[in-house]
């Protein structure tokens, strides 16, 4: 079993940037294959995809609102992923979770469903 713990969150004004980063522990990436996502949620809204990256970190997905302006990245040596946003807005404004991909989906998942193992989550305000 993988624990996934976010941090970096904060708050910020609109056009600033921060860096989530997500820190795994038990299994780690080098034992255990995996693609890793970030998805976020805002009150009263559903669970929403942000980004996903391959194992290798040669591939990569966003969701058409952020893409352009996040940037998601993992160094495996340090079981870290990260999650670089800029040009925020007020409508990036939710709690942030970092999430790891079920060993059995192929590619690279957009559903939550996709993922088995999620962190606690970290809070992302940007006010205009």
């Known amino acids: 079993q993988v624990q996934l713990v976010e941090s970096g969150g904060g708050s910020v004004q609109a056009g600033g940037s921060l860096r989530l980063s997500c820190a795994a522990s038990g299994r780690t990436f080098s034992n255990y294959v995996m693609a890793m996502g970030w998805f976020r949620q805002a009150p009263g809204k559903e669970r929403e995809f942000v980004a996903a990256?391959?194992?290798?970190?040669?591939?990569?997905v966003y969701a058409d609102s952020v893409k352009g302006r996040f940037t998601i990245s993992r160094d495996n040596a340090k079981n870290e992923v990260y999650l670089q946003m800029n040009s925020l807005k007020p409508e990036d404004t939710a709690v942030y979770y970092c999430?790891?991909?079920?060993?059995?989906?192929?590619?690279?998942?957009?559903?939550?469903?996709?993922?088995?193992?999620w962190g606690q989550g970290t809070q992302v305000t940007v006010s205009s």
């Open positions: 990256i391959s194992w290798t970190g040669g591939s990569t």
């Open positions: 999430a790891k991909q079920r060993g059995s989906i192929g590619g690279l998942a957009r559903r939550p469903g996709s993922y088995d193992s």
